[in-house]
């Protein structure tokens, strides 16, 4: 079955900090895979997407990496700002272009 | 920018009632979806239309009934509303293909009661 699955559920860090959010997959085959930022009460933005033959993607502070072989995926977050504040969504699209969503990180950043 | 809207953002209706929520998007995306998302769960597509009068089912339809008349606009309709369709519902477009960035609205909170 097609999964995403993202850890840890839930992440608390100190202003200026950087974290690293994580997310495995099962979906076979693969297109692509994003990073969406959800504010509490908002809609998901798009952060990231990238496909097979990335293995790195920058959007200001934030860096998603890929491994496709081990089926993997990371954001890091540098200096992290309370405007981080947020759910971080990792979506797998597979070669139909469905997209298999996992059910998100929580990021609280504290000064 | 308000790019993607929806209506009403918060809504409470009783089992049985019929709702609908509105999208409507300015950039003339051939794409538009509709997701709900559940605690404990990953958003889940309910309905999708590459263009106008075309739709199709996700992965949750039941119960529910799209059209798309105009291209900018994609409603859902809830016939009989039941507790179970409690949920924040996202409606998304996209200008091309799947592999393109979605663009999420702001989000419908159903309460059915």
């Known amino acids: 079955k097609n999964q995403v699955e993202q850890s840890p559920q839930s992440l608390i860090i100190l202003e200026g900090k950087n974290c690293t959010l994580q997310?495995?997959?099962?979906?076979?085959?693969?297109?692509?895979l994003r990073w969406y930022k959800q504010d509490t009460g908002r809609g998901p933005v798009s952060l990231t997407i990238?496909?097979?033959?990335?293995n790195t993607k920058s959007n200001g502070r934030y860096t998603a990496t890929l491994d496709a072989d081990t089926k993997q995926s990371s954001l890091h977050i540098t200096a992290s700002q309370l405007s981080d504040s947020a759910s971080y969504i990792c979506?797998?699209?597979?070669?139909?272009?469905?997209?298999?969503f996992g059910t998100g990180t929580r990021l609280q950043v504290f000064p | 920018d308000a790019g993607i809207t929806q209506s009403p953002r918060y809504k409470i209706t009783e089992t049985g009632r019929q709702v609908t929520l509105m999208c409507h998007q300015t950039?003339?995306?051939?794409?538009m979806f509709w997701y709900r998302q559940d605690l404990g769960h990953g958003l889940r597509l309910i309905y999708y239309?590459?263009?106008?009068?075309?739709?199709d089912k996700g992965e949750v339809p039941d119960g529910y009934v799209v059209s798309r008349s105009k291209t900018e606009n994609f409603p859902l309709t809830l016939e009989s509303a039941t507790r179970s369709q409690t949920s924040v519902y996202f409606c998304?477009?996209?200008?091309?293909?799947?592999?393109?960035?979605?663009?999420f609205g702001e989000g419908s909170w159903l309460t059915v009661v």
């Open positions: 998304a477009s996209s200008d091309g293909s799947w592999g393109n960035t979605i663009y």
């Open positions: 997310c495995n997959y099962t979906v076979s085959p693969f297109s692509n």
């Open positions: 990238m496909t097979f033959s990335e």
């Open positions: 979506v797998v699209s597979d070669n139909t272009d469905k997209l298999i």
């Open positions: 950039w003339s995306h051939s794409y």
């Open positions: 239309s590459a263009a106008a009068d075309i739709t």
